[in-house]
């Protein structure tokens, strides 16, 4: 009997020995507007002869965020970046599999809805925005599918060009983010005509106007928004939707759109007074802390580089405040662990 549990330990002993060797090397993937920043990081911290250079992914936040809640063990990410926050449903996921995570929000990033500087400028409303790209509005009180084929059609101030524009698919946070402020809430809950109709199918918050068209006027173009970037130098006819960091490294050559009489600018972002803006977030595994070597000073590297003067500043990444900062950084630290209730506050 001794004999038995003592093999038992050995054999415990080198399952845990084989998983902690199993990699050596931090992977992380998710959002495409948190790559550019997350790969930043990751590059600062392989320079420090310790450990190995992160390997991060792109792949869209819901993709991050899957990824790290898919389970225990080094086969799957450590750290799940995303520019949408965590839904309950998700976390449940995660509480399926056994995984515990910490949230960490390491800044913030406005959407953008930029086009070649050889095209016509953009200048709209976000109501007027969102009723280009919803895949239904509301006439005489029914619903139907979006008729509107040039922007002028919309409000006749606008480009006299047909509505076509580059975004991100459903794995997107970009994409998610921005039906949420645009199209649900920019439009169906300002306008008086969505609103009224949202209401009568039984809508009252207009989540379906999130839907964005299918029929060729809004194209997915990939979650690399540098694709998106590629697109619109061949085609100034077009407009695309992405971070304000690809437009910032970008601005030799695109323009953003004035959204609301508000240009999408470091400064505007910073101060609040952009109103497609969303946080950016990264999500850690409990379970591989301690396993993978560089996890918790993979975290601290965010914190020397994270300030108003800092290098994800110059990439284009909105600081968060000081007492933000503070916040973020102690969790850091104290780990704790992300619950339903922490997403309802």
């Known amino acids: 009997m001794k004999k038995t549990i003592i093999m038992a330990g050995i054999i415990s002993g080198l399952v845990v020995t084989s998983v902690a060797q199993a990699r050596d090397t931090l992977s992380l993937a998710g959002s495409s507007t948190v790559l550019p920043f997350a790969r930043i990081i990751a590059e600062q911290l392989g320079k420090n002869p310790n450990f190995k250079t992160p390997v991060v992914e792109s792949g869209g936040s819901s993709v991050g ?3 790290v809640c898919d389970g225990v063990g080094t086969k799957f990410i450590d750290i799940g ?15 399926k599999n056994g995984v515990k995570l910490t949230e960490i929000k390491v800044g913030y990033d406005g959407i953008v809805v930029a086009n070649s500087k050889k095209g016509i400028p953009l200048n709209i409303s976000k109501a007027d925005l969102g009723k280009a790209l919803t895949a239904e509005i509301p006439v005489n009180g029914k619903w139907v599918k979006n008729p509107y084929k040039k922007w002028s059609d919309i409000n006749p101030a606008l480009p006299d060009i047909a509505i076509r524009v580059y975004g ?6 970009t994409r998610a983010s921005y039906a949420e402020m645009v199209n649900q809430k920019g439009y169906c809950a300002k306008d008086k005509e969505a609103k009224a109709a949202s209401v009568a199918r039984g809508d009252k918050k207009g989540k379906k106007c999130r839907a964005m068209r299918t029929d060729g006027v809004f194209i997915e173009a990939g979650e690399q928004d540098n694709l998106i970037v ?18 910032d490294q970008n601005s030799d050559t695109l323009q953003g759109a ?4 508000t240009a999408p600018t470091f400064e505007n972002i910073a101060g609040n007074n952009y109103s497609v803006s969303r946080a950016l977030y ?6 591989h802390i301690g396993v993978v070597p560089g996890m918790k000073e993979y975290m601290a590297e965010w914190t020397k580089h994270w300030g108003d003067e800092g290098a994800l ?7 968060m405040p000081k007492s933000e900062r503070a916040k973020y950084k102690a969790a850091m630290t104290n780990l704790p662990v992300l619950t339903a209730a922490d997403l309802k506050k």
């Open 282 to 287: 990264y999500y850690v595994k409990h379970q």
């Open 313 to 319: 500043s110059d990439a284009g990444m909105i600081p």
């Open 230 to 247: 590629q697109k619109l130098n061949e085609d100034t006819s077009a407009y695309g939707i992405f971070g304000f960091s690809y437009l």
């Open 81 to 95: 970046n995303a520019s949408s926050r965590m839904k309950t449903k998700e976390l449940a996921y995660c509480e």
């Open 258 to 261: 004035v959204i609301s009489k």
């Open 65 to 67: 965020k899957k990824g």
């Open 168 to 173: 991100p698919p459903t794995t997107s946070g």
